[in-house]
């Protein structure tokens, strides 16, 4: 695989890792099986709904906290175990927790960030999977904003960010303009 970053860091991406027919079933399962939240976050001081909906599924403790909010995990399911499976096959790597996010349209988006939080360690390993609707991940350099990097995460794909990405790059899913179908992403982590 070749990294897709020009540099200070490792991001790798294979669009096909499910197929159509996989993709599909696991993004009707993933809708109606998840216990999805839409709560609210503190961004700069004030109180907002997220723009989205969100879950948190893994081990036991496996507690995350960002944006002025705490998740305590609930237990996998054998769907997220069946996904989580191939990805940590693909990546080589084993995962303890997921944060799954609901676009349930244009309007929902996840602002710029990095996924820095204390409980992932220094260097994490993040592998994200998309079902549903194609949306771009926007990369943007943090110490040199006109360096920028953008991919369409298909139906079916896994995004890999490791090494020192999170300290050198923000990435988002902005909102569009024109109206687009629904995208379910799991973002496998390992909390510390």
Request: hydrophobic share 35%.
């Amino acid at each position: 695989m070749i990294n897709i970053l020009p540099k200070d860091g490792e991001v790798f991406y294979k669009p096909d890792l499910f197929s159509l027919a996989e993709s599909q079933q696991f993004f009707r399962s993933l809708k109606e099986e998840i216990k999805w939240r839409h709560e609210p976050i503190v961004l700069f001081g004030k109180q907002i709904m997220q723009p989205r909906l969100t879950a948190w599924y893994g081990d036991e403790n496996k507690v995350i906290r960002y944006s002025g909010i705490s998740m305590q995990p609930l237990p996998w399911t054998p769907v997220l175990n069946e996904i989580k499976t191939r990805v940590e096959s693909f990546s080589e790597v084993s995962f303890n927790s997921v944060l799954l996010n609901q676009y349930r349209n244009e309007s929902d988006s996840m602002g710029w960030h990095r996924d820095n939080e204390k409980e992932l360690g220094p260097n994490p390993v993040i592998a994200s999977v998309s079902f549903g609707a194609t949306r771009t991940f926007h990369f943007r350099h943090a110490d040199d904003s006109k360096l920028k990097k953008i991919i369409p995460l298909s139906d079916g794909s896994c995004l890999i960010m490791q090494g020192s990405t999170q300290h050198h790059w923000y990435h988002s899913i902005p909102k569009l303009t024109k109206p687009i179908n629904p995208r379910i992403n799991l973002t496998f982590r390992i909390i510390k």
